[in-house]
Each structure stands twice: as structure tokens, then as C-alpha cells.
């Protein structure tokens, strides 16, 4: 029975420590989405305030942790990726963490430049995704044309509804 609980303390610590190791290698990039959260509920406060909504701490407590929450689940799940998919591929399990996360974080980046723009008043809407397709995928002579489609009027499209 002893040696039963040994080997399941030692298999895992182990896993555990791989996780750590993995978890302290990807911390800036935790304080990056850290910091995204935190832009992203100060213009959201402030989009709710500009339009005039009841503003409650308690809710933006708790959109808070809950976002905290999404994204350790989404590092663990590019955590347990980049080890079971990627490490057998020859790709760090680093990297697929990293590009797992990012691709949250560009919901982030999204939500932040809504906020942002309707709390400043700016009617124009840069598609996120679209724009980072279009710097992956094309040429630079492209960039400019790509951008340009990428930009829509708010306005004149509420116009033409």
C-alpha cells in the first residue's frame, strides 16, 4: 500500500513540476494578459458609465476573476497541448501554449478597441482578426488595400439597415 502512494506522489510531482516549469516560463506573458483585463474593464467601466448604466463593483468583480479563470484554463490547456501534441511534433510545448494564448488575447485586444472606440466616439470599426490574417498571409503591397477593407463606417452601415 506504501509503495502504491509513493509512486503517486512521485508521478505527480512530476507532472506537476513540468507544469510549473512551463507556467514560469510563459510569466510575462500571464502579466501581458493581466494587464489586458485590466485596460479591457477600466474602458468597459467606462462605456457603461458614458451610456449612462447602472455601474455595480460586484459585476466587475466578478467579470474580473471570471476572465482571470478563462485564461489559466487557457494556458493549461496549451500547456497540456504543446506536451501531448506538440512535443511528439518537434514543436515546443512552449510555443503552442503561447500561440493558444494569444489567440485569446486578440478577443481581448477586440474587446478593448470596442470599448475604446465607443467610449471615445470613434465610429470606425478595425476588424482585429482580419487585420492579423492580412499581416500573416499577404504580401506588404497588399497590407495597404487589406486595411482599407478591414476599416467599415459604423455609422453609414447603421444607415443601411
Partial sequence: MVKGQLTRTISSSVFFGELYALMW???WLMLFILILIIVDMWYGVSKSIKRGEEFRKSRCVKRF???????ICLLILGAVLGKAIGEPLGVSALVVSVIVVLIGCLAELESIKSNYCETK???KDINVFK???VLVGF???ELEKAIEESITDKKKDELDK
Fill in 25 to 27: 516560463d510563459m510569466r
Fill in 65 to 71: 476573476l471570471l476572465k482571470c479563470g478563462d485564461y
Fill in 121 to 123: 466616439g470613434i465610429h
Fill in 131 to 133: 487585420l492579423l490574417l
Fill in 139 to 141: 504580401k506588404s503591397r
